[in-house]
């Protein structure tokens, strides 16, 4: 093993220890002082904006972390990847999505049973709160498509823009979840957390089964 690969395989064992320690904090802490004071305290201040064309605004927005969202922006991407023969990428983007928005975040959800919050909701959303599947969802989605357009894009300005763009939009995916009143804040980064988690571990795994098709091939 070179040097390289030595630190890069620290590095992610390092974030993964790091966003186990993070949601391990926050999760055990739900009904604590310190979590109610933080959600409470970002809850008033979002909710402090409402107004109805940010309302109309903020719809749009959580549209493209929910469910139907995440599985229309997930198939288009699918196909193009598909026919443009990027068979391996084609797999990894399906089985990160499938698993991670949608098998893993219902796991979570379940074991955890947290009420959804009763502070001025602006729309209604049935099932439970934590960990928020929205910003689940937009973290691996859109923390998805910025790995592949990295590993796909020739110049190092569109991958720049690509990856901030990532990052806006899981960013306001979140804040509209705390504006319509369907999550607290803590739903949100533990969603955040639990997303980035599992997307690490699922870009880990496309890079390895990659060199070892490259290795074949050479061989």
């Not at 699918?78 to 928005?101: D, E, M, N, P």
């Not at 020739?154 to 804040?175: C, E, Q, T």
Request: with cysteine; glycine share 10%.
């Amino acid at each position: 093993m070179n040097k390289r690969s030595l630190s890069l395989g620290i590095s992610v064992i390092f974030f993964i220890a790091l966003f186990i320690w993070g949601f391990v904090e926050i999760s055990s802490g739900l009904n604590g002082s310190e979590i109610r004071g933080f959600d409470n305290r970002i809850i008033s201040f979002v909710q402090g904006k409402i107004s109805d064309r940010l309302t109309s605004v903020m719809l749009v927005i959580t549209f493209f972390g929910s469910v139907k969202g995440v599985a229309i922006i997930t198939i288009i991407v699918i196909l193009i990847l598909f026919f443009s023969r990027h068979r391996l990428l084609c797999l990894f983007l399906a089985v990160t999505i499938g698993i991670g928005a949608g098998v893993f975040n219902r796991i979570l959800k379940l074991y955890f049973k947290r009420e959804r919050p009763d502070i001025h909701p602006i729309i209604q959303e049935n099932g439970f709160s934590f960990p928020s599947g929205h910003s689940m969802g937009s973290m691996i989605l859109y923390g998805s498509l910025a790995f592949i357009l990295v590993k796909l894009a020739k110049h190092n300005w569109s991958k720049g823009i690509g990856i901030l763009v990532g990052i806006i939009i899981i960013f306001v995916v979140g804040l509209s979840r705390i504006y319509l009143g369907v999550h607290y804040p803590s739903d949100v980064v533990g969603g955040y957390i639990a997303g980035a988690f599992w997307l690490l571990i699922c870009i880990t795994i496309f890079e390895i089964i990659g060199k070892w098709h490259q290795r074949k091939k050479t061989n």
